[in-house]
Every structure is written in C-alpha cells, then in structure tokens.
C-alpha cells in the first residue's frame, strides 16, 4: 500500500476562493482523521469518520469548513470562502480498528490564502 | 472533552544527554498514549505507544512512562544524537470507546553539537 495519499501537496489562493482537499486513507482502515497543523495551536483534530460517518466535528472552525468521505476509499475537506487565516498545513490520516494499530498521516497539504 | 498539554515547547540539549518531555490528560477515561516524531516538512510518525494498562515501555534509546493515578506520561530520549532533532508531540485517545487522538502542542528538540 502507498500509504494515505493527500492532494494537493500545495496549494495557493486567494481570499474568498473554494479549497477542496483531497485524501485517500489506506486500504482497510476504519478511521480517517483531518488535522489541521499550525506553529500556535499545534495539531488540531477538525473532524474523525468511522467507516465512512462523521463521528465528531466539534473541532471544525465554522461553517466555511466541511468535510465528506462518500466511500471507504476518499475524503474531502472543503473550504469556502476561504480566508487568509485557513493558511495552514493539512493532515489526513487513517488507522484501522484494531488496538494495535497506530494512525498513519500523510504528507499534508500546505494550504496559502493571500 | 480530551485535553493534552504537552510541555516544554522547545528544548535544547548536548548530544550525548538526555531529553526529556511531559505531557499530562485530562480524560481519566483515556488508555492509549501515543507519540510522534515529525522531521522538517515531513509527517509526524509513530515512534512509541503506551497502554494505560503498562506504566513503562521501552525501545532502544527512547523510553515512555506513564502515571495513570497523576495522568501524566513522559518521553525519554538517551543518549541524544543530531537526527533526533525535530518535533516530538505526544497524544491521547480512548480506544474502544470514541477512538478520536487528541494532540499535545508539540515540542521542538533542538540537539546541540
């Protein structure tokens, strides 16, 4: 397996614009996780799915932002209309259910709004 | 819900010491206590996990303990050498019941020559 596979690596924009990044979680895991990384806050959990259900959004920091896995195999997290305080990096990771499993992430999507 | 506080926020330290980082929960429900270390532009990897039915596990030259009655665990670092400089940031998660891992803010480790 190529592990969790993010798109795109980078990505920037302008203020206002649709951001839609792209994860694909590795095969046969339960749990797909988006975390948002920043110098001041860290790793930030916005949203976890469990077989393909949002389980909690709570970390999700307005409505701008929205997220979907429509199969086990393809999540979206979107933002719009973007600000320039989205600037971030963006983790997808998955693990599987079992307990000695850990979450794998992958390369992240540095996201720029300017 | 779950809070991780993870300190210091960054530590320098010779090569050849120790390094050391704390984090402590909020959750006592909390049974899984991961870390991760992420390199320079990369993606934060596991490099040890504890269950909160062991109090210390050890692999070669790092070391995590954990005191579930203080809710506090620690990463030790030996020995230190230079490619053990990143950011190290420790989690918490309760497998089995919501599963979501919750992250500390990280510690930057700075190995000095």
């Known amino acids: 397996d190529a592990g969790v596979i993010q798109s795109p690596r980078h990505e920037v924009t302008e203020m206002g614009q649709e951001v839609t990044l792209r994860c694909k979680p590795i095969?046969?895991?339960?749990?797909l996780f988006w975390y948002r990384q920043t110098m001041m806050r860290g790793l930030e959990l916005l949203i976890y799915f469990n077989n393909n259900v949002p389980i909690d959004d709570s970390g999700m920091p307005e409505d701008r932002f929205s997220a979907k896995m429509p199969n086990a195999s393809f999540s979206t997290l979107k933002i719009q209309p973007s600000e320039p305080r989205d600037s971030a990096v963006y983790f997808c990771a998955s693990s599987a259910q079992e307990w000695s499993t850990e979450a794998f992430f992958g390369q992240g999507t540095r996201l720029t709004v300017v | 819900g779950e809070n991780v506080e993870q300190h210091p926020s960054t530590l320098s330290v010779q090569e050849g010491d120790s390094a050391v980082i704390k984090c402590t929960y909020s959750d006592s429900a909390s049974n899984y206590f991961p870390w991760y270390k992420q390199e320079l532009g990369k993606r934060p990897q596991l490099i040890i996990d504890i269950r909160s039915n062991v109090g210390e596990k050890k692999d070669q030259r790092i070391a995590v303990t954990l005191n579930k009655t203080a809710k506090h665990f620690s990463l030790h670092i030996t020995e230190t050498q230079p490619e053990d400089s990143a950011v190290y940031f420790c989690a918490a998660s309760i497998r089995g019941r919501d599963d979501k891992i919750i992250f500390g803010k990280g510690t930057r480790l700075h190995i000095l020559p």
């Open positions: 095969s046969g895991h339960d749990y």
